[in-house]
């Protein structure tokens, strides 16, 4: 069974720094895709970043040169969040695209005080 753990989560001050972490039950280049999401209250879920299996990466527009997702060789995908704003607050999914179908962490939260 595939397994997906977010980490890193907590509470940051605008223009602050996280790295969230995403522990994988297996190596991150065996899904066709990774990627990083994010939910607030009232809104649907939104791609933050996502990474393909060749590497190619795309993020979502309101983060795009602030925050970089990356794996390591193992089991492990980043997601490095700079410029934090009180915008970026929510609760952050991992979520790998394996053999047919999606499967979600649990969710870390994120909050950014202004």
């Known amino acids: 069974q595939v397994q997906l753990v977010e980490s890193g989560g907590g509470l940051v001050q605008a223009g602050g720094s996280l790295r969230l972490s995403c522990a994988v039950s297996?190596?991150?280049?065996?899904?066709?895709?990774m990627g990083w999401y994010r939910q607030v209250p009232g809104k649907e879920r939104e791609l933050v970043a996502a990474?393909?299996?060749?590497?190619?990466t795309r993020y979502g527009d309101s983060v795009k040169g602030r925050f970089t997702i990356s794996r390591d060789v193992r089991n492990t995908l980043y997601l490095q969040m700079n410029s934090l704003k009180s915008e970026d607050t929510g609760v952050y999914y991992c979520?790998?695209?394996?053999?047919?179908?999606?499967?979600w962490g649990q969710g870390t939260h994120v909050t950014v005080s202004s």
């Open positions: 297996r190596a991150t280049f065996s899904f066709d895709s």
């Open positions: 979520k790998g695209y394996f053999r047919g179908r999606d499967v």
């Open positions: 990474m393909v299996s060749n590497g190619i």
